[in-house]
T-cell receptor
């Protein structure tokens, strides 16, 4: 069965500092990987996705993520955090083109940004 | 994405009552999903459907049912609401065509409180 682990429940960074959110997955084949962001009281917005090809993917709002097959990881990064980045971030994995086609989500990482 | 709607957006009900949450999409996508979001668990799959008259159970389907009588709608019914079903519920859609190239698109969510 596939699973996703986000080891950091809560992270606090200073505005302007760099950010890395960790995501590890367990999946038997080549995964499709996603990062979603959820602002308080809001729905889910896709930040970026990896299907194949270049393992470093660029997303919206200045975010990027790197797929490392050997480490089963898909960590999210941003070089300089803005106060508006405070939100909850979810990593998700899925086949989507075969089988169940549903996503498996991590438990989320809540990001606080200090001024 | 504004083309998937959920109603109501907020609902308070009592234990034992039947509740139906609506999900409507205008993209004619065959694949639709219901997830629930709880603190510390991320999003978990309740039910999903690949098309009209097709429904399947996810990991947390006990106490829930869905029906798919047309492509646009996938209503989620709580047969007898329990306090453990207090949660935020998200509906999602996903196209059949080019399945390996799209992400899931989520609705805005329904916050359900069972007293």
């Amino acid at each position: 069965a596939q699973s996703v682990t986000q080891p950091d429940i809560h992270i606090t960074v200073s505005e302007g500092a760099s950010l890395e959110l960790r995501c590890n997955y367990s999946y038997g084949a080549t995964p499709y990987l996603f990062w979603y962001v959820q602002s308080p009281g809001q729905g889910l917005q896709l930040l970026l996705k990896y299907f194949s090809g270049d393992t470093l993917v660029q997303g919206i709002k200045g975010f990027e993520a790197e797929f490392k097959r050997s480490q089963s990881s898909f960590n999210l990064r941003k070089p300089s955090v803005h106060w508006s980045d405070a939100a909850e971030y979810f990593c998700a994995v899925g086949p989507l083109d075969t089988g169940r086609r549903a996503l498996t989500f991590g438990s989320g990482t809540r990001l606080q940004v200090q001024p | 994405d504004a083309e998937i709607t959920q109603s109501p957006r907020h609902k308070i009900t009592e234990t034992g009552r039947q509740v139906t949450l609506a999900c409507h999409q205008t993209w004619n996508h065959n694949n639709m999903f219901w997830y629930r979001q709880d603190l510390g668990h991320g999003l978990r799959l309740i039910h999903y459907s690949y098309g009209v008259h097709d429904t399947n159970k996810g990991e947390v389907s006990d106490g829930y049912s869905v029906s798919r009588s047309n492509t646009e709608d996938l209503p989620l019914t709580l047969e007898s609401a329990a306090s453990s079903q207090t949660s935020v519920y998200f509906c999602a859609r996903y196209p059949d065509r080019d399945r390996g190239h799209w992400e899931q698109f989520f609705g805005p969510g329904t916050r359900l409180t069972v007293l």
